[in-house]
């Protein structure tokens, strides 16, 4: 066999070579490792950081938009107004009105995940405050008594006591907490 023999001078230059290129691939690898870790926690700070006000303000201004919408429908003199069905019964009356709050309610009911809780507990009492009207004025009318009947008899009762109805104050609430979202 035969061995290498190599001098001082080139023992230690292989020996500098050797300690580079090392510290070089050293150097590389924590550099790598250092910026895969400040990717890894800048995504996890965006994964769980909240969605920015602005990216949901959109969301919230609809909801609040179509909540007025709602408010506005079921308004009774205006819901009075749209279900104009001649030769119904009060009891037929009463059902299709009470029908009619509560399938504009469930159609908007996911809307309150965008909207402040008071707002949404407002509209929610105006659901039920109707219902109740059309219910308690419906139990007070002869069982002969027509649709137009109960109609009348509930416009007459909102006439005569106009803070009766909430509609226009939940309208007003609405409007100041979409307008608080523009400012």
Not at 79 to 94: E, H, P, V, W, Y
Request: net charge neutral; hydrophobic share 45%; aromatic share 6%.
């Amino acid at each position: 066999m035969y061995l290498l023999e190599l001098t001082p001078t080139q023992m230690t230059i292989s020996i500098v070579i050797a300690l580079v290129l090392g510290g070089a691939l050293a150097y590389l690898f924590w550099k790598q490792r250092k910026e895969a870790k400040e990717l890894l926690d800048q995504h996890e700070k965006l994964k769980s950081a909240p969605p920015a006000p602005h990216a949901t303000q959109p969301l919230q201004l609809q909801a609040y938009e179509r909540l007025m919408l709602l408010v506005d429908r079921i308004a009774l003199p205006n819901l009075i107004s749209r279900t104009n069905a001649t030769g119904l019964s009060a009891k037929d009356m009463q059902l299709l009105l009470t029908q009619q709050i509560r399938q504009e309610f469930e159609y908007n009911v996911t809307q309150q995940i965008y909207v402040t809780h008071e707002s949404w507990e407002a509209v929610r009492n105006l659901k039920d405050q109707n219902l109740l009207i059309i219910n308690q004025i419906a139990s007070f009318l002869p069982a002969e008594s027509t649709g137009q009947d109960l109609s009348r008899a509930i416009l007459e009762m909102l006439m005569q006591n106009p803070k009766a109805s909430l509609h226009n104050i939940v309208a007003d609430v609405l409007s100041y907490e979409a307008k608080k979202l523009m400012v």
